[in-house]
């Protein structure tokens, strides 16, 4: 009786948090590598998953444990997943790699990161994100709690070059970490060890976005969770299917099962392919 009632105490405050905690809390949501939208929780409510405070809430049985650790040009969180019916049960908790493609500001302004060759660069800090046609973000972030900011510059240009016109520090509300290769039809090129090319007349896909694969076989529509990791790790739980037989796309179809269930690594190459490769092999997409 005791278990069940701290069980349904901590479910309440769960829920408490994630519909009515949300708003108003001060701090960064953090879109993950896979896609998904975690959401800042007040530190005033004080939940806990894993012997840690829940910064944030993402989708139903996953949340952010212990905040955003920021390092040079790159962010660390910790993702926990649980039983939303009895979230004491913990499934699984890891590091994960936060790497900003872009951010949304307070005002909402979007900044894009400029690429590892912006060249522009005011009173000795590079500009790292071009937000509009007049300002950037220089120099790396800074955190404060739960907290994000970063120092917005605005700048004129003409044939003598750029011209820092002032800087102020501002809050983030946004950081997008989603990886490049989510919110994407992948197309299957080939699969294996041998790398055996995918059958032309069954083409099979991979789609990822907010912690959930999914996609075609060739034969059958296919889904399955998937977790990313630090500096290229990813890794896929075992898929559900549906139950269709197809001739001549069987074999296809359970060689992608196998290859897929150990994949623990992903590359985007220079000429645009993905390229999944574990255990059992390498499976290579194409746009």
């Not at 979007?110 to 522009?120: N, W």
């Not at 796309?249 to 590359?267: C, H, K, N, P, V």
């Not at 645009?272 to 997409?285: I, M, P, Q, R």
């Amino acid at each position: 009786m005791r278990i069940a009632l701290r069980n349904l105490v901590m479910t309440a405050t769960l829920l408490v948090a994630a519909l009515g905690g949300l708003a108003g809390a001060r701090g960064v949501d953090i879109v993950l590598p896979d896609g998904d939208t975690c959401k800042i929780v007040s530190p005033e409510l004080n939940p806990s998953l894993a012997n840690g405070r829940v910064s944030h809430f993402c989708s139903d049985g996953v949340a952010l444990v212990g905040g955003l650790q920021l390092g040079d040009g790159l962010g660390l969180v910790t993702r926990v997943t649980y039983d939303p019916n009895d979230p004491q049960n913990v499934f699984s908790d890891g590091l994960v790699s936060i790497e900003a493609r872009g951010v949304t500001l307070e005002d909402g302004t979007v900044c894009l990161h400029a690429g590892e060759g912006a060249t522009i660069a005011f009173d000795g800090e590079r500009a790292n994100y071009t937000c509009d046609d007049d300002s950037v973000l220089l120099g790396a972030f800074e955190a404060d709690g739960d907290e994000v900011f970063a120092t917005q510059a605005t700048f004129t240009h003409d044939d003598a070059g750029f011209h820092l016109v002032g800087k102020e520090r501002v809050a983030v509300q946004t950081i997008d970490a989603s990886s490049p290769i989510t919110n994407v039809e992948w197309k299957l090129e080939s699969f294996g060890v041998g790398g055996t090319p995918a059958l032309e007349d069954a083409p099979a896909t991979l789609s990822i976005l907010a912690g959930r694969a999914g996609g075609k076989t060739g034969c059958n529509s296919y889904f399955a969770a998937v977790t990313f990791g630090l500096d290229g790790a990813i890794g896929f739980a075992q898929p559900g299917a549906t139950m269709m037989y197809c001739d001549g796309a069987m074999d296809q179809e359970q060689s992608f099962f196998t290859t897929l269930t150990g994949i623990d690594r992903y590359e985007l190459t220079t000429d645009g392919k993905l390229v999944l490769s574990g255990s059992e092999g390498s499976l290579v997409f194409v746009r």
